[in-house]
C-alpha cells in the first residue's frame, strides 16, 4: 500500500527507535564489541599459523567432524521409527511419550553427561561412543518434532496410490515417503549436526582428555593453558564453519521444498500387528529415553556398595571429612543458580519483548533487526562465554569479578529463543485487530499496546520459561564467565564429577537430580500455555 | 450528518473509487448495495479514517474530518469478520470503546449490561470470544461498536457468513437495535434483502458517484 494511506493510523515516529534502543545497545556492548575483540586477537598473522601448526588440532578436528556426522545418522536412523508412530497414530499415553521423548533436547547438557556417566560402565566412559550414544539421546526430539511435523500432514492417500500402483511398503517408503519427506530430514540432521559439532558438556563430561572437540578445545586452551590467542583463533575457524554449514543447509532446504495440502492424518491402531508394533518401538524408546536418568537418580543413592542417602545429606555440606574441604559448595550452587535464572528471565524477557516488538512495527526494518538479534543464536556459548571473558577484563570495564557477567551472558544465550518465540505470535495478529481498537476510540499508540502488548502476556509466560531452563543449563559460557565461590550447579556438577571417589561422584548425580527436577519442572509448567493456545487455535 | 465529498482512491493504475459522494442523515440508516470487489469496503476505510484518500473530503456535522485521525471522528466500524479482541472476555471487548474515552469502571460496567440487554445476550459477559458461535459473535460485535455511542456506525457486510435462518433473524435484530438507538448508518452488502430489511434508503454503488 502507498505510504500515505494509513497516514492517521501510523504509530509514532519514535516508537521503533525507542523499543530497538534497548536490544541494539546491548547487542552492540556484550555481543559485538566481544566478538570483535576477538576477531582482533585473530588477525595478527603469527598466531594463526602457530595455533593451525600445534600438533594435536588436525585429530581435534576429525574428531569434532565425525562424531558430528556418526551422531547425526544414528540421530535420524533411531529417531525415525518413534517419529513416524507418534505422527500417525493416537493412542493413551501418547502426550506422556512425546514428553519422555522430547524433554531430553531441553535438559542442561551437564545433566545429560552426568546421566551416562551413571548409565555406561566404567570402560565405556571417555570414549567416542558415550559421547555419540548421548548426542543420540539429546537429539531424537529434534527428528521426531521436525520429520513428525511433516509426517503429520502428508497425506494417506498418497502412499494408498502409490500401492494400488503395485508398490511395495519397502518402495512407497523409498520411493514416495522419504522423497517429500526430504525438508524435513535435512532440516533436522542440519540442526543435530549444528549442536553435535558445537557440543561442549557432553564431550567434556564423557569425551575425556583425548576425545575434545574444537568446543572443548577452545575452552581447555583458555582456561587451562592460558593460550587465549590460541583459543580465539580456534572460536574463530569454528565461526567460519558454522557460517558455512548454516548456509548450505538454507539452500538445501528451499531447493527441496515441498506444499502439501491437507490436515492431521492421525488414527488409532486398528490391528493387532499395529498394536504391538506401536508398542514394541515406543516401550524401547521410552525405556531408552528414560533409563539414563533414572541411572542418575539411582547412583545419587548408591555411593560405593550400597545404598544410601550420604550424598543428599552432605550435599550441603561442603566438607568431606572434618576439615577437608570439597571446595565446591553443592547446595550453594543451586541458590546460585536459581539466582542468575531469575536475573536472566527478567532481561531476556524485557530486552526479547521490546525487540519482538520492534521487530514486528519497524515492518520492512525489521528484518535487518531480527537478523542481528539471531546472530548470537548462530555463535557458540563458548565463543560468546570467551569473547566476553577478554573485552571486560580491563578498565574501565573490568567486570570479571562482577556477579552479572554470568547472567548476562545467559540471557545472550536465551534472548534469541525469547525473540522467536514471539515474533510469530505477533506476525500472526492481524492487522484489523488494531484498526478495530483505533476505530474504538484508541490512539495508534494505546490500540498497538492493548491489542499487541497485551496479547504477549501468555506466551510471555512460556518464554520466560524456557529463558529460565536456558540460564539453569547453560555451561559454555559460564565455564569462562564463573568465579570460584559462585559455582552454578552445572559447573558444581562438572567439579564433583572430576573428583575421585565415590561420595563426590555421588553427590553430582544428586546435585544434577536437582537440577533434572528443576529444569523439567519449569519446562512442563511453560509449555502448558503454549499448548493450551494452540488447541484454541 | 454524514457528507462523503469526491472521493478517489487509486491503487497501482485502478481508481477504486472514482469521485465518489454520499450523504447520511441524522437516524438515518443507508445501504450502499453492489456487488463484491467494487470498493465498498474501501469507502467505509476512508470514511473510517483508516485509509486516506487520494483526493476528496469526509465531513461530520460540519467539519471536515480529513485530517482528524479515526479515533477521534466519533465513527464506528462493525467488521465483516467482527475483529473481536481474543484476550479480552466479552464484557472486556463491549466495555474497550468506553475505556479508551477514560469512563470509569461503574459505568463501563452499566454500559456493558445494558449493551448486552440491546443485543439479546444477557449474561455473556464472563464468556470468552473464541467461545461464541457465529451469531453471539456478530451480536457481541455490535454492542462493542455501539459501546462509544459512535455518531454514524460503519457495517462492512455485517451479517455474511451466517446461514439463512440466521442471517435473517439476525438482519430484522440489527434494524431494530439501530432504530431504537437513533444511531446513523452506513452498510454495505451484497445482498438486496437484507438492504432493505435494515436501511431506510438504499443506493446502488458502482464505484462513482452514488
Known amino acids: 500500500m502507498d505510504q500515505h494511506r494509513d497516514r492517521l493510523t501510523r504509530l509514532p515516529l519514535w516508537t521503533v527507535p525507542a523499543l530497538a534502543a534497548v536490544p541494539l545497545l546491548g547487542l552492540a556492548v556484550f555481543y559485538a564489541w566481544p566478538l570483535g575483540t576477538l576477531l582482533a586477537r585473530v588477525l595478527q598473522p603469527s598466531s594463526v599459523r602457530d595455533v593451525l601448526d600445534a600438533p594435536g588440532l588436525g585429530r581435534v578436528l576429525w574428531f569434532t567432524v565425525w562424531q558430528a556426522v556418526v551422531s547425526t545418522a544414528l540421530t535420524l536412523l533411531l529417531g525415525f521409527a518413534p517419529a513416524y508412530l507418534l505422527a500417525r497414530y493416537t493412542f493413551p ?137 590460541g583459543a580465539a583463533v580456534l572460536s574463530v575457524l569454528q565461526l567460519l564453519v558454522l557460517g558455512a554449514v548454516v548456509w548450505w543447509s538454507a539452500r538445501w532446504q528451499r531447493r527441496a521444498a515441498v506444499a502439501f495440502h491437507g490436515g492431521r492424518t492421525t488414527r488409532r491402531a486398528r490391528t493387532q500387528r499395529e498394536r504391538r508394533r506401536l508398542a514394541v518401538v515406543l516401550g524401547l524408546t521410552v525405556i531408552a529415553m528414560a533409563a539414563p536418568v533414572l541411572a542418575m537418580v539411582a547412583r545419587s543413592f548408591h555411593p560405593g556398595a550400597s545404598w544410601s542417602l550420604t550424598a543428599w545429606r552432605t550435599l550441603g555440606n561442603s566438607e568431606v571429612r572434618p576439615g577437608i574441604s570439597l571446595g565446591v559448595d553443592p547446595l550453594a550452587s543451586l541458590l546460585v543458580s536459581l539466582r542468575y535464572a531469575l536475573v536472566v528471565t527478567a532481561i531476556s524477557v524485557v530486552v526479547g519483548g521490546t525487540a519482538a516488538l520492534a521487530i514486528t512495527a519497524a515492518r520492512r526494518h525489521g528484518r535487518l533487526l531480527d537478523t542481528g538479534l539471531m546472530l548470537p543464536l548462530g555463535t557458540s556459548a563458548v565463543t560468546i562465554g570467551l569473547g566476553m571473558l577478554i573485552t571486560f577484563d580491563h578498565d574501565p570495564v573490568d567486570w570479571r569479578a562482577s556477579w552479572w557477567l554470568v547472567p548476562l551472558g545467559h540471557a545472550l544465550v536465551a534472548i534469541p529463543f525469547v525473540v522467536r518465540s514471539l515474533v510469530p505470535v505477533l506476525r500472526s495478529v492481524p492487522p484489523d485487530q488494531r484498526a478495530a481498537a483505533v476505530m474504538l476510540g484508541a490512539s495508534p499508540l494505546r490500540a498497538w499496546f492493548e491489542v499487541e502488548v497485551r496479547r504477549l502476556a501468555r506466551p510471555v509466560a512460556a518464554a520466560a520459561g524456557f529463558a529460565a531452563a536456558i540460564s539453569l543449563g547453560e555451561f559454555g559460557a559460564t565455564t569462562f564467565l564463573t568465579r570460584a565461590g559462585r559455582e552454578s550447579m552445572p559447573i558444581a556438577i562438572d567439579q564433583l564429577l572430576a573428583r575421585t571417589g565415590d561420595v563426590p561422584r555421588a553427590q553430582a548425580f544428586a546435585l544434577a537430580t536437582l537440577l533434572f527436577a528443576l529444569t523439567a519442572m519449569v519446562i512442563v509448567a511453560a509449555d502448558r500455555p503454549e499448548v493450551t493456545d494452540a488447541r484454541r487455535a | 450528518m454524514l457528507d462523503v465529498r469526491d472521493v478517489r482512491v487509486r491503487f497501482g493504475d485502478r481508481d477504486v473509487l472514482r469521485d465518489v459522494s454520499l450523504r447520511v442523515d441524522d437516524h438515518e440508516v443507508v445501504a450502499l448495495l453492489g456487488p463484491s470487489g467494487i470498493g465498498k469496503s474501501t469507502l467505509l476505510r476512508v470514511v473510517a479514517g483508516l485509509l486516506v484518500p487520494d483526493a476528496g473530503s469526509v465531513w461530520l456535522d460540519g467539519t471536515d474530518l480529513t485530517d482528524v485521525p479515526p479515533h477521534r471522528r466519533r465513527i464506528g466500524l462493525m467488521f465483516q469478520d467482527e475483529q473481536l479482541f481474543p484476550h479480552l472476555d466479552v464484557a472486556a471487548n463491549i466495555g474497550f470503546g468506553p475505556r479508551m474515552a477514560g469512563a470509569d469502571r461503574a459505568s463501563i460496567t452499566r454500559r456493558v449490561e445494558t449493551l448486552l440487554a440491546l443485543v439479546g445476550l444477557e449474561g455473556f459477559g464472563g464468556r470468552r470470544v473464541t467461545t461464541l458461535s457465529g451469531g453471539e459473535a456478530k451480536r457481541v460485535a455490535l454492542a462493542r461498536a455501539l459501546a462509544p455511542e459512535p455518531a454514524v456506525l460503519l457495517l462492512d457486510e455485517p451479517l455474511t457468513g451466517l446461514d439463512r435462518e440466521l442471517h435473517d433473524r439476525l438482519a430484522v435484530d440489527l434494524a431494530t437495535v439501530l432504530r431504537d438507538t437513533g444511531t446513523a448508518a452506513l452498510l454495505v452488502t451484497h445482498d438486496h434483502d437484507e438492504a432493505a430489511v435494515i436501511a431506510h434508503r438504499t443506493e446502488v454503488f458502482t464505484g462513482g458517484t452514488v
Not at chain 1, 146 to 153: D, F, I, K, P, S
Not at chain 1, 179 to 184: H, I, Q, W
Open chain 1, 93 to 229: 499415553g501418547r502426550r506422556t511419550v512425546l514428553a519422555v521423548v522430547t524433554v531430553p533436547f531441553m535438559l542442561p547438557t551437564v545433566v545429560v553427561g552426568a546421566a551416562f556417566v551413571a548409565l555406561l560402565p566404567d570402560r565405556w566412559h571417555q570414549s567416542a561412543t558415550a559421547v555419540i550414544v548421548a548426542h543420540v539421546f539429546f537429539n531424537v526430539a529434534v527428528v521426531v518434532r521436525l520429520v513428525g511435523a511433516m509426517w503429520a500432514v502428508l497425506p494417506t492417500d498418497l502412499t494408498a496410490a502409490a500401492r494400488t500402483l503395485g508398490a511395495s511398503p519397502a518402495q512407497v517408503l523409498r520411493h514416495v515417503v522419504l522423497p517429500l519427506l526430504r525438508p524435513a530430514l535435512l532440516a533436522a540432521a542440519g540442526v543435530v549436526f549444528l549442536f553435535t559439532f558445537t557440543s561442549f558438556g557432553v564431550v567434556k563430561l564423557l569425551g575425556g582428555a583425548r576425545h575434545t572437540t574444537l568446543e572443548v578445545e577452545i575452552a581447555r586452551r583458555a582456561t587451562q593453558l592460558g593460550d587465549v590467542d
